[in-house]
């Protein structure tokens, strides 16, 4: 239980360093990169897994853990394992395409009510992996899913909710529901839950 506890702490430490992060983060990215930018993630998904979650196309979900992403799309179609599949196999190669509209984002720490994610490339071994990281809870809209034509790969394109009211309200509800054991939270990061599914765990 004391290794829990403390790496709940570790957890909790860990966000707070990407939420300061994130503000020098904003402040950095170049001109072209103010207003919009795409990150992407590459991964196995089981079959099953993958066609739930196109029942949650047009509504919003959230990740229960840490999102590993990179600003390059190469490097998360050799993550993605698209090599790796064939047409038995119970896993589907994927690559999440996300975008994050930045015009209603704060470059300061004043607004706390905001999605939290950096570059974190300069604390990694694989500096060019361009890595940014996500933290938990934040909320996404699933736009679509479709199949690749050069590469055998669905991507899952979804939006970082950012200054919305209506997720503004669900990430209040969120925060009663989860606190305060949401950093003790066990599911795995490959897993994907519909905010519907998420809150009805939770009660």
């Known amino acids: 239980m004391k290794t ?5 702490f570790f957890v909790v430490d860990l966000h707070d360093q990407l939420a300061k992060t994130q503000m020098e983060y904003l402040r950095t990215l170049p001109v072209k990169d103010a207003r919009k930018f795409v990150l992407y993630r590459g991964q196995l998904m089981s079959r099953m897994e993958l066609g739930k979650l196109k029942d949650y196309i047009g509504h919003y979900i959230t990740v229960s853990s840490f999102f590993s992403t990179t600003s390059r799309e190469d490097i998360a179609l050799i993550y993605s ?7 038995s196999s119970s896993y589907e190669s994927v690559v999440f395409v996300i975008t994050i509209n930045l015009h209603k984002m704060s470059c300061t720490t004043e607004n706390m009510r905001q999605p939290i994610f950096a570059k974190v490339n300069h604390h990694s071994v694989m500096l060019d992996e361009e890595e940014v990281l996500l933290a938990p809870q934040n909320i996404f809209r699933l736009k679509s899913i479709e199949k690749r034509s050069h590469y055998p790969v669905s991507s899952i394109f979804m939006t970082l909710c950012t200054g919305d009211e209506y997720v503004e309200n669900v990430q209040d509800h969120l925060n009663v529901i989860l606190s305060p054991n949401i ?3 066990t599911k795995k990061l490959t897993s994907v839950y519909s905010l519907e599914d998420l809150i009805r765990s939770k009660n």
């Open 183 to 185: 950093y003790l939270e």
């Open 81 to 87: 394992g698209y090599d790796l599949c064939h047409s």
């Open 4 to 8: 829990i506890i403390d790496l709940g």
